[in-house]
């Protein structure tokens, strides 16, 4: 189990490296509110996030540590971080709620290029009142524009540090579904088979499980991000379990189906040949390579073995301290993968209409090519009796 929480030495790299593409998208700072963000650059982390009445500030200058812009009931936990400068107002005062204090700070920087990024892009959401924002916006002697490409620039190469989290969790939850088919059976419901997997992951080691739909269907499920439902389990379905879970804010996502019973095959066969589609796109995921190369390495395969359709979207994306990052690996995207990027590989097809299986695994892009996270899913369906 890797030691929570990291070193000081761990966030100097991570804010000296975002400095450096600060510098090439011609930032003076990054504005960072939302929790990822703000977890990702000071190490604080709070179940208080789940109350909206308050916001959070982080800003990340060109020169110099971070600053930390925070109500003053998260000061004594934010002192606990690498973070030094911690500036406070008693929230909250929603005439107010930060706004002239975070105000003065970003104007109190050096000038460059007299521009703040914020996240205002792609997979980004601010963590503060819109009006709010554009009431700062408005008033600053700055210009205020898109951070996120630098922020997901920063954060999409992953340190040793943060891969070893990721690893970890992806281990525990590895163990727990090759146990499922042991500790569930024919007639229980979806909702018991996800409440004994999210309880077998906690005791396992796992901090929370966020994201943990359930869903059976004969000979396949009709989409994959729902559930769980009180559907009883039968013969001849298929079981799709997908889970999120987390060890030190760095999550797992990858899913596994089951076969209850016996079941078509159809299902077999498609289940085989996902299971050789996801050995492709992992082959295919070097350094150098780029997203869409991935997706075709596995959309070949699917389309040769029948697909009339894949409601996902895609088949795979970036992973760390959200369940889901960019890239995504789909045609169009065109992120070259380079070393020390996370990523789900995640073909899925549906064959009949309304049944779909799904494939997932988690890899870390070394130099030497992809190194599988997760224990890698049987090629024969596993059978609930």
Request: net charge negative; aromatic share 8%.
């Amino acid at each position: 189990m890797p030691k929570r929480g990291f070193s000081s030495k761990e966030f100097e790299t991570r804010t000296s490296r975002a400095q450096e593409i600060m510098y090439r998208h011609e930032l003076d700072a990054l504005l960072v509110s939302s929790p990822p963000n703000v977890r990702y650059f000071t190490g604080f982390d709070s179940q208080f996030w789940e109350s909206p009445t308050r916001p959070w500030f982080v800003v990340v200058p060109l020169g110099g540590n971070p600053i930390a812009v925070i109500p003053e009931i998260g000061a004594p936990e934010m002192a606990l971080t690498w973070i030094k400068d911690i500036r406070t107002w008693p929230a909250p005062v929603p005439e107010d709620d930060g706004l002239s204090l975070l105000k003065a700070t970003l104007e109190s920087l050096p000038k460059r290029f007299g521009r703040i990024g914020a996240e205002l892009g792609r997979e980004m959401a601010l963590r503060m009142p819109v009006s709010d924002f554009l009431k700062l916006r408005d008033s600053l002697a700055l210009e205020v524009a898109d951070g996120s490409p630098a922020i997901w620039q920063a954060r999409m190469i992953k340190t040793p540090a943060e891969i070893d989290r990721i690893h970890f969790i992806c281990q525990i939850a590895s163990e727990a579904y090759e146990q499922l088919p042991s500790q569930i059976s024919i007639g229980e419901s979806e909702r018991e088979a996800a409440r004994k997997l999210r309880i077998d992951i906690a005791k396992r080691g796992a901090d929370a499980t966020p994201f943990m739909p359930a869903i059976s269907g004969p000979g396949g499920v009709p989409q994959i991000v729902c559930g769980p439902h009180d559907r009883i389990i039968e013969e001849g379905d298929i079981l799709f379990i997908d889970t999120g879970s987390t060890f030190d804010g760095y999550f797992c996502d990858f899913d596994r189906n089951y076969a209850v019973g016996k079941v078509s095959d159809d299902a077999h066969r498609v289940h085989d040949a996902l299971w050789i589609a996801t050995e492709a796109g992992i082959r295919a995921a070097v350094p150098g390579a780029t997203t869409d190369d991935v997706f075709g390495a596995m959309a070949k395969i699917i389309q040769d073995a029948g697909a009339i359709g894949n409601n996902v979207g895609r088949l795979g994306h970036g992973l760390g301290l959200q369940l889901t990052e960019p890239p995504s690996h789909r045609l169009g995207d065109g992120t070259v993968i380079r070393e020390n990027m996370v990523l789900t590989i995640e073909p899925g097809m549906e064959y009949s209409p309304g049944k779909m299986i799904v494939h997932e695994e988690n890899i870390a892009v070394t130099k030497d090519g992809p190194r599988l996270l997760t224990r890698r899913a049987p090629r024969e369906l596993p059978v609930i009796r």
